[in-house]
Each structure stands twice: as structure tokens, then as C-alpha cells.
């Protein structure tokens, strides 16, 4: 099974652009998290999709968006983009969204760097 | 309440020894706690994860040991090697709802270095 894929891998936007970024889910995974990982702020949760409904959600501005599409793949938005956005953005997939089963499968991740 | 506080921030051991990463959490309503190593360039990748009711789980050199009365878990790599050098991370998750999800906070990661 292929794993969880990320595009792009590396990106570099200036000051108050927009970026997309999409993340494509294991096969048969219905859940998609996402994650933002700074060297300062460490790994930190921006929220989860499942079957096409954000379900929970971190403590980032409105300007972090999502969704997620019927065949299970996600896309992030982050829009007027500012210095401290710079980071690595990680998406991770899950089997089940079912209570009792949780083996988050991480992607490598898009980074991003904001001039 | 959501932290969970992890030490030390880098180790390093030499080939053999033992490697020992520890968190702290305080929200006793967390229910899962995972370890995830990261090599660089790349996500992280799940090593071993154990649930509140048992207090040791080993898989291989990989070894969690759980003391909930203290809101402590470690991760102990024995027979610690070259390859093992990586970043840890312990995580907890937040016990999950069905229309609400859940999250995993992590600690703030451990670099490990193991000295051939």
C-alpha cells in the first residue's frame, strides 16, 4: 500500500500570499489530520477531516483552513501568509474513525517558507 | 491542561547503552500514548504506543513503561544503535468523540544521538 503523499514537498511564498497544500490518505483511510511542526512551537494539531467534515480543530487563526474531498483527500489553506508561517506542514491519515482504533500514518510533509 | 512536557530536549549514547526519553502529562482524560521517531526530511513514523491500563509494553528493543498514578511514560531503547539517531516524540491523545474526533499533543521532542 502506497503511504501518505504530500505535494508539494517544498515551497516558498512571500507575505501575504495564499498557499494550498494537498495531502492524499493511505487507501481506504477516511480520517486526515493535519500538523504543523515549528523547531520553536514543535508539533502542533490544525484540525481533522473525516468523511468530509472537519470534526476537530486547533487553536490557529481563521486563516488556516481545510477540506476534504469525497474521495478522501485533503487540502490546506493558509491565506495572507505571515513570517511565522514558515514551517513544516504534516498531514496524517488514520484506518478508522471509529472510537478504539488510532494509528496516525504521517506524510512527509510540504515545507513551507514565507519570504 | 493539553501539555505534555517532554525530557531531555537531546541525548546522546553510545552504541549499546540504553536511551531513555521521559514525559509528563495533566490531563487525566488523555487515552492513548504514542512514540513517534522522526528522521530528517521525513514525517514522523509511529515506534510504539500503549493505553493507560498497562503499565509496560516492550516490542523488540522499544519498551514503554506507564505510571499513571504519577502522569509519567518513558521510552526506553535498549541495545540503543547508530541507526536508532533520531528525534522522539511522545504524544497523547485526547479521548476521542464521535462527532468531535480527536487530536495527539505532542512533547516538545527528544534528538537522539547514538555514538557508534
Known amino acids: 500500500k502506497a503511504g501518505v503523499t504530500q505535494t508539494p514537498r517544498y515551497l516558498i511564498k512571500t507575505r501575504g500570499q495564499q498557499v494550498t497544500l494537498s495531502c492524499s490518505p493511505i487507501?481506504?483511510?477516511?480520517?486526515v489530520s493535519w500538523y504543523q511542526q515549528t523547531p520553536g512551537q514543535g508539533l502542533q494539531f490544525l484540525f481533522e477531516y473525516f468523511s468530509e467534515t472537519q470534526r476537530n480543530k486547533g487553536n490557529f487563526p481563521g486563516r488556516f483552513s481545510g477540506r476534504q474531498f469525497s474521495n478522501s483527500r485533503s487540502e490546506m489553506n493558509v491565506s495572507t501568509l505571515e513570517l511565522g508561517d514558515s514551517a513544516l506542514y504534516l498531514c496524517?491519515?488514520?484506518?478508522?474513525?471509529?472510537?478504539?482504533?488510532?494509528?496516525?500514518?504521517f506524510g512527509p510533509g510540504t515545507r513551507l517558507t514565507v519570504l | 491542561q493539553q501539555q505534555v512536557k517532554q525530557s531531555p530536549q537531546s541525548l546522546i549514547v553510545q552504541k549499546g547503552g540504553i536511551s531513555i526519553i521521559n514525559c509528563a502529562y495533566e490531563n487525566t482524560a488523555f487515552d492513548y500514548f504514542p512514540w513517534y521517531q522522526q528522521f530528517p526530511g521525513k514525517g514522523p513514523a509511529l515506534l510504539i504506543a500503549i493505553r493507560p491500563d498497562v503499565s509496560e509494553k516492550k516490542e523488540g528493543r522499544f519498551t514503554i513503561s506507564f505510571n499513571k498514578s504519577a502522569k509519567q511514560f518513558s521510552l526506553h531503547i535498549m541495545d540503543s544503535q547508530p541507526g536508532d539517531s533520531a528525534t522522539y516524540f511522545c504524544a497523547a491523545r485526547s479521548p476521542r468523540q464521535e462527532t468531535s474526533g480527536s487530536r495527539l499533543t505532542f512533547g516538545e521532542g527528544t534528538q537522539l544521538t547514538v555514538n557508534p
Open positions: 487507501s481506504g483511510h477516511r480520517s
Open positions: 496524517a491519515s488514520r484506518s478508522s474513525g471509529r472510537i478504539g482504533t488510532d494509528t496516525q500514518y
